[in-house]
């Protein structure tokens, strides 16, 4: 892949279509039934999953499953320390309605019976990429979470039938990269987070100027740098589960 | 335009490229520095834009202007009534940004001055695209305030940089189509709202494989539905300013 | 009728006893059972019934209906911004309580039988009496709401015993007039709404010495200009409903 | 003065042109400027009055005093425990709207200057006319508080130009009383709150038709009770006082 | 007792050993099934006990009783008028669990049945000690509510059976003193609440080194002196219910 | 040290004095200037510090500095899922204010001049114990901020005056134990924090008898254990900082 405008050097030194180091620590915590510390460069997510033998009221009778999810920043996840929010304030709430979104993409509800699944997303630390990183890592609760499900007879077969990743693109000083830090990120003209399925597949693609208006060559790029990645992050995520 | 799949009947008759009807009532209260009643189909949705002296106290200092927005549904805007909620809960919230987010690329903050809009959204009655109609719809409010702020000699120039206006597209039932009504929404596979200046570059894009995920040649097809209708809501919206 | 003190010119030029122009837009959107549109001279009011087949539960298993009201004003309905509230500050919740006592006054619980409707009045621009422009046109849109349950086989008849509307009254400047606009209000010494009924009795008075007291006769004065105007005003009920 | 219908016997014997038994215990707490425990009957109100050597913001550099009031009931003030609200719910919003408005009446704000007096009415015991009684009450501690500010060179002279009271009356099995208590309040049609001045003029009327609407003859009779009952009540005012 | 160190002169020239002055005013208000105003020196607290024929839900089917407890100030309670909390700020609601947690000791649940008592302490003047003042007088409204339930057939038998009292203990200018006033609390250097069966018994020490950490002999001279407290409070409480 | 009753098992095979495995990683994240993984058992905590240049606005000009803490747990970290909280419970504030008195006793608020810390303590996962590891950890990360302060010119020597530790200890079947995990804590009779400086002197002592009153000798023998186990908590801490 050729970058459009290659003169643009990244601080970390990475190619323009180059992932961060991307670590995941399954199991990380033992209450959950799904629980996994991931690390993308400087950003380090919790995420867990819990299972719960009941569908929320609204849902009751109608034979399906049900996957929510819910994200957080610690205080001093960031460079300076914000309020205390627990989730609770709009930026968060968008977050987590866009991880639950993405993860119920993966979810057969039907296979899955009257049961459900709570995502939490706690960001430890933050540096870019903590809803992408919330997603990849959500998912592998997630799927923990299934396997636990399966083996402990609450379902019959597992009920995960697409693997879900997401990554950031985003164009900076005219170049399109892949997986920003915080460095690039608050200096992008464009902002991009695509949530793929194992073929490609688009689950979510959320793309925003945020310094002046993007063609349409420039999104085409982004698409085929995000498609690198998530197919890479794809398989950390197996690894991770293996 | 070829539509993809042709056999699918839109409930109302339209063809699958064609805009729902849309009208504009500029000026349509008199206390705000811009007021329009816009109309889409079904979907009415009152934009007001206020002028304030002074930006955020956040901004002081910094010599630019500030554009933000929010929106919120009267409860009986749709076909039940929901409890009132003042655009506090998070899907209010979440378009509120993204309505704000999109105006804000329409403007030249330094021609603006240490001046705010405060662009107010509130959803008489919803039949799908409310959200997209308060972006086409609150840009007018914007520029009546600017021509209101010109006029009584805020600032020296009009301050309004980019036209901006926003529509939806989907695939229902497999075929791809243009503005959607609540009735195919609430049964399409993906659903996305696309954000464009006047010459169809992209603002934002949020796309959702809301039931299965989308291919990247269906994106394409959507995204060209997008642009033919951003083109006519923006004659609509020139219109409605001569 | 002699206005006490006649030498007061009424910024709008009419008479101490003449209502402001009343314009009355039934049906104006179509989710809700009843929607009115009100105009009384600037002041602008949507009002919505929404029919429900129960009754909250502290009424269930009682045999009767219920009615309630909940008001609010959109951010820019007045000359300057408020922020968003939603019909939670105490003010909106008190003319909430108002509307509904006043309203449930005209209804027949034991006709309506274990239903309720629900009345929300979104003032979409305040020029002075909102609150008396929302009775009244929360009253039309309770009796569309009415005729809709009869129609569709909710009740056996209809529940409407009363005609109920409102009006306010006050002394500015020493003189007794009817009907006051914002300009008026904020400086009127004595504010008073009146509710009344189809033969004039009382529903409810709330009179405030806003600056200093008033005397019986004054009171005597204001509540015969309030009779005059209900009485007009519910001539305008009628017409819509025809 | 002569009832209309005679022949309704009052629970506790009174004639119906009778106030409850009225006890005023000046100066109950010794930390506030003015303190009253106020007793009507079974109703038991604690109302202090709090001084500042400012104003609220909003009403800095007017060089006008400011008076407002907060009204709340503890938990078991009732007969059945309502949960704790600390005067956040929208009825003691009401109330408190209504005693602040009607003691702000009493006072001179120029001579004040900008200092301001907060007055927290406690209800105690409630057996009907809590609000009543908190401004009947409140006036007194207004009052201490008036004292104590001349007393310490806060103001040159005294600042209260009125002395208000306040006292419900009623129609309950059709006939018309003064003072109702909580047996009687629940079973009236019309129940009507009168604040009044030394001179008998009104500061205040809230009259409601609770089960049926009121006539203008019965209004008339209950503006008699109520003009008779403030009147002795005022007597008690000024006995504390001495 | 002796001292440790005998030069400190107390405000109100109290030994270091000597409660204030405490007087109980049982069944204050008519109300509740117990209603206590309890005074210690100028600490006014009243304390109700609403009994419930019923738990909460989360206790249903156990077939034991359940007691809990509310604490709030009054807004001037104290010297300077502080914003009303309604019981909602952290303070309140810390002092709130411990009374509910120390009541609860002195219950039998079985011989309660399921049944609840809520007890609310409502601070009417704070001088030192309110929610030592509080579990003290707090009891003796729940021996109320327990001799009511007795009487009324809601239970066999007393299902009260410890004793409980509180008093606070500390170390102000080196010296241990017992029922420390407000002017003695705000220079304590260490702070302790002792709340103590009728044996003696601790059933919650919390003891703080507000300004220094203190020693195991401070420590028992401490506890020395709150048991001395204790044993005179509780002759007070016998003969309040005597 | 001879156990009071010596037949008790623990669950995890530990001697009645004996804590449990606690690990500490200092430096765990990158961006505050204090923080720290501490586990004590199952329990883990993640303890940063923020250094701010000022103190809050009520203690600014004082000359001194600040040190507060807050606590939450994040909503899976026990063995079902809890609601997100955020600290906003009123358990999670009455921890925090216990975590925020503890540490402040370490500092020397003069050498600090007015600048402040926050501590946050996000418990990962609990196993009983959770707010004692707080204040252990806390106090390492707050030490941590210290010496990042001297280093970085914000102070002219090391602020921290006192070594701070806290643990559990308890009464389960009638032993006194120490450093209590949650199956132990659920059916102790008597529960205990004590907070020591590094002499062994009392910061706080937090003892309630959650079954059954504690006598004098039950007390005095737990305060042994708690000496014993802070004595072991303090070397840890000192190795983490070496």
Chains 1, 2, 3, 4, 5, 6 share one sequence.
Not at 144 to 150: G, K
Not at 188 to 216: H, K, L
Request: aromatic share 8%; glycine share 10%.
């Amino acid at each position: 892949m050729d970058s459009i405008k290659s003169d643009f050097q990244r601080p970390d030194g990475r190619e323009f279509d180059e992932l961060r180091q991307c670590r995941v620590y399954p199991h990380w915590t033992s209450n959950p039934e799904g629980s996994v510390l991931i690390e993308c460069g400087g950003t380090r997510v919790l995420c867990t999953a819990s299972w719960e033998d009941q569908v929320p009221s609204w849902r009751a009778g109608s034979g399906l499953g049900w996957v929510t999810a819910e994200y957080a920043m610690i205080p001093r996840a960031t460079g300076t320390r914000n309020s205390r929010e627990g989730g609770k304030n709009s930026r968060s709430q968008e977050i987590s309605r866009l991880i639950g979104r993405s993860l119920r993409m993966a979810v057969d509800f039907e296979a899955m019976g009257e049961c459900a699944v709570y995502i939490d997303c706690d960001v430890l630390q933050a540096d870019g990429g903590t809803r992408t990183a919330s997603i990849t890592g959500g998912w592998i609760a997630l799927k923990e979470a299934a396997q636990w499900a399966l083996k402990n007879g609450r379902v019959a077969k597992d009920f995960i039938k697409h693997q879900i990743s997401a990554v950031s693109v985003g164009i900076v000083e005219g170049a399109e990269v892949l997986d920003l830090p915080y460095a690039e990120d608050c200096k992008a003209s464009t902002d991009m987070n695509v949530v793929q399925t194992e073929s490609g597949e688009f689950v979510e693609i959320q793309g925003t100027g945020e310094r002046s208006p993007f063609s349409s060559s420039q999104l085409s790029f982004l698409l085929d740098l995000a498609s690198k990645g998530n197919k890479e992050l794809q398989i950390k995520q197996r690894e991770a589960l293996a």
